[in-house]
């Protein structure tokens, strides 16, 4: 997993734009599964898929958090393949919803941070303090574009994204832990993900909100974390 890691402050973080090429019919499964970080002990979450932390760490000293973007890595669909069912197919995301995809993800991220509660947020290394990666992997969405919307296909899936967050010592830049959580952004309600009607964007734009939500637990979770 190759990913090109960007830095600014939390005040003005930007989720820089990266893409990969990957292409599924298949329904979606946590890709987090899978990994395995070499010297990493997994330990138990329950808000991530998968956490690594380091061997013999103590993080109770942590008081302070700084937070970087590693910016958003997109699922590139070259050819969609045809699938029986439809429901699982991906679609590509196009440059102006990718730019919009963006600029949400920016503001709903900066809005769960202030939320956190065991650590003081800044913007400068130091002592005590932790640096946060937080980036987005394999951003996709099952929404068909709208110039192909001609059947009338009802989905339960908007589309799925990786939430990874990396965390370092700020002043020696030791990885210390690291968190995926895969995100499926499920249809809210009794509303219906039709390829007719409204255009796609109503329906993907909804997306951001639902990556970030629980950011704040999941950083707050990391707090006095310890390992043998």
Not at 155 to 165: C, F, H, N, Q
Request: glycine share 4%; net charge positive; charged share 25%.
């Amino acid at each position: 997993m190759k990913i090109r890691w960007f830095y600014c402050s939390v005040i003005t973080m930007t989720l820089l734009l990266t893409s990969c090429a990957n292409t599924t019919a298949n329904p979606p499964v946590s890709p987090v599964k899978a990994i395995k970080l070499e010297g990493f002990l997994a330990t138990e979450n329950i808000h991530f898929d998968e956490f690594w932390v380091k061997p013999n760490i103590d993080l109770s000293s942590y008081t302070k958090i700084m937070v970087r973007s590693s910016g958003m890595q997109y699922q590139e669909v070259k050819q969609a393949r045809k699938s029986k069912s439809k429901v699982y197919q991906h679609y590509d995301l196009n440059k102006e919803e990718r730019n919009k995809l963006a600029n949400l993800a920016t503001r709903e991220f900066k809005q769960e941070i202030i939320k956190v509660k065991n650590f003081v947020i800044v913007d400068t290394p130091g002592k005590n303090t932790l640096q946060l990666n937080l980036g987005l992997l394999n951003v996709s969405t099952f929404v068909p574009p709208d110039k192909v919307s001609n059947e009338n296909i009802i989905r339960k899936t908007v589309g799925t994204a990786v939430v990874t967050l990396e965390f370092y010592d700020s002043e020696s830049n030791e990885l210390l832990m690291h968190g995926f959580d895969q995100i499926i952004v499920k249809k809210i309600g009794h509303e219906s993900i039709s390829t007719l009607g409204a255009k796609r964007w109503t329906k993907i734009r909804k997306m951001p909100a639902v990556w970030a939500r629980g950011l704040a637990a999941k950083i707050d979770s990391t707090q006095n974390v310890t390992s043998k």
